[in-house]
């Protein structure tokens, strides 16, 4: 048993924390490997944040206990926030219809990024073996608590029955969440009180650069998270890069007449260009404002998607066309403009459109103003 010290905790502290991208990876790679990736999330964002969540329970582990946290007989696990957390997730993952099997297989690969870790950048070979040995412990107490909140529940066929269907559903979200956040455009979701509901990645990406796919889905705002939000505390509770239930005229003040007017004519769909100014740029969008198609009621609220046009508006604007009847002169064929003035076909095609000219001369009229010379003229 090895006695912590300021110095031990903040080592081990700094290199999780620092290395957050790097075990989301390994955990990445594992599920892949082994199978498990087909009944999990496909958007990264889920996968940090369950990264997040165990990197901060053995962050909390180092806090509360001086020693190595070994497991107690009759332990009260509600007291421990390590062991909370175990509960919280069993808790959620079996409601999605996860066996407990399956859920504990995974978490021996979380277990192992974060041991992989801790051999590849620790030398010292007690310190490694005593950082590994604090991290076995809490993922126990983690898994502990798994088995403990998973007893709790009746292993009949009408369970196994729901889980299997709970995980169907799971996989078709998670199947049309990785849709709905590669779609090219910016998609927007309101609900009828014009507050935001979701947005995909394309349409986060237009009000913060630094932003992950999934970020809008599973963002701490969300109420399907509200069991995380009570464990933190007021000023920490609201994620700042997170748009769910911001109203459309705090976030969209350009649009919010256009939508007004269309629930205001209970249309099905409106089509529209609105010019934005945005990071001090004029941008040219086409919108569609349409209705989610919902006969139930339970999903009332109106999709948003916009398409940059602005390459395609300039590129129009920068096109100059001549339309109409041009009159021109059946001797000297100069061109009369719009205000009356006759104009040589060179300088009147030069002001209304892109063209340049340069001066040669046709063979038919070389032949007839030099008949002398036997030059073929092309």
């Given at each position: 048993?090895?006695?912590?010290?300021?110095?031990?905790?903040?080592?081990?502290?700094?290199?999780?924390?620092?290395?957050?991208?790097?075990?989301?990876?390994?955990?990445?790679?594992?599920?892949?490997?082994?199978?498990?990736?087909?009944?999990?999330?496909?958007?990264?964002?889920?996968?940090?944040?369950?990264?997040?969540?165990?990197?901060?329970?053995?962050?909390?582990?180092?806090?509360?206990?001086?020693?190595?946290?070994?497991?107690?007989?009759?332990?009260?696990?509600?007291?421990?926030?390590?062991?909370?957390?175990?509960?919280?997730?069993?808790?959620?993952?079996?409601?999605?219809?996860?066996?407990?099997?399956?859920?504990?297989?995974?978490?021996?690969?979380?277990?192992?990024?974060?041991?992989?870790?801790?051999?590849?950048?620790?030398?010292?070979?007690?310190?490694?073996?005593?950082?590994?040995?604090?991290?076995?412990?809490?993922?126990?107490?983690?898994?502990?608590?798994?088995?403990?909140?998973?007893?709790?529940?009746?292993?009949?066929?009408?369970?196994?029955?729901?889980?299997?269907?709970?995980?169907?559903?799971?996989?078709?979200?998670?199947?049309?969440?990785?849709?709905?956040?590669?779609?090219?455009?910016?998609?927007?979701?309101?609900?009828?009180?014009?507050?935001?509901?979701?947005?995909?990645?394309?349409?986060?990406?237009?009000?913060?650069?630094?932003?992950?796919?999934?970020?809008?889905?599973?963002?701490?705002?969300?109420?399907?998270?509200?069991?995380?939000?009570?464990?933190?505390?007021?000023?920490?509770?609201?994620?700042?890069?997170?748009?769910?239930?911001?109203?459309?005229?705090?976030?969209?003040?350009?649009?919010?007449?256009?939508?007004?007017?269309?629930?205001?004519?209970?249309?099905?769909?409106?089509?529209?260009?609105?010019?934005?100014?945005?990071?001090?740029?004029?941008?040219?969008?086409?919108?569609?404002?349409?209705?989610?198609?919902?006969?139930?009621?339970?999903?009332?609220?109106?999709?948003?998607?916009?398409?940059?046009?602005?390459?395609?508006?300039?590129?129009?604007?920068?096109?100059?066309?001549?339309?109409?009847?041009?009159?021109?002169?059946?001797?000297?064929?100069?061109?009369?403009?719009?205000?009356?003035?006759?104009?040589?076909?060179?300088?009147?095609?030069?002001?209304?459109?892109?063209?340049?000219?340069?001066?040669?001369?046709?063979?038919e009229c070389f032949r007839k103003l030099y008949p002398d010379y036997d030059i073929d003229v092309?």
């Amino acid at each position: 048993m090895v006695a912590q010290n300021h110095q031990y905790g903040d080592n081990l502290k700094r290199l999780l924390e620092e290395n957050e991208d790097r075990l989301m990876k390994r955990i990445l790679d594992y599920a892949v490997q082994y199978g498990y990736a087909a009944y999990t999330s496909t958007l990264q964002e889920a996968w940090r944040l369950s990264i997040a969540g165990l990197t901060g329970s053995i962050i909390e582990g180092l806090q509360k206990y001086n020693n190595i946290p070994e497991l107690i007989p009759e332990e009260e696990l509600e007291e421990y926030p390590v062991a909370m957390f175990g509960i919280v997730e069993a808790e959620r993952h079996r409601e999605r219809g996860v066996s407990l099997n399956m859920f504990l297989g995974l978490m021996k690969y979380y277990r192992q990024s974060y041991i992989d870790l801790i051999r590849d950048e620790i030398l010292d070979l007690m310190l490694r073996e005593s950082y590994e040995l604090f991290v076995n412990r809490v993922f126990d107490r983690i898994e502990i608590a798994f088995c403990v909140e998973w007893s709790g529940s009746k292993g009949d066929k009408a369970i196994h029955d729901l889980q299997i269907s709970n995980r169907m559903m799971t996989n078709e979200k998670n199947k049309y969440l990785t849709i709905f956040e590669s779609i090219p455009n910016p998609v927007i979701i309101l609900n009828w009180a014009k507050k935001i509901d979701n947005m995909n990645f394309a349409a986060a990406k237009l009000f913060k650069k630094n932003i992950s796919p999934g970020s809008q889905y599973y963002c701490l705002n969300r109420d399907r998270q509200l069991e995380m939000e009570q464990r933190l505390d007021a000023e920490s509770a609201v994620d700042p890069s997170c748009f769910g239930g911001m109203g459309s005229a705090e976030l969209l003040p350009w649009l919010e007449g256009r939508i007004d007017a269309y629930l205001a004519d209970n249309l099905d769909t409106v089509v529209f260009e609105e010019e934005v100014h945005r990071s001090d740029e004029l941008y040219c969008y086409q919108i569609k404002i349409s209705k989610l198609l919902d006969v139930s009621g339970k999903f009332d609220g109106i999709i948003i998607i916009l398409e940059d046009i602005t390459s395609l508006k300039q590129a129009l604007n920068e096109i100059k066309t001549l339309r109409g009847i041009l009159p021109i002169c059946s001797y000297c064929k100069n061109i009369r403009d719009d205000n009356g003035y006759w104009q040589r076909v060179e300088e009147y095609l030069e002001d209304r459109s892109e063209a340049e000219f340069s001066h040669s001369i046709c063979p038919e009229c070389f032949r007839k103003l030099y008949p002398d010379y036997d030059i073929d003229v092309k």
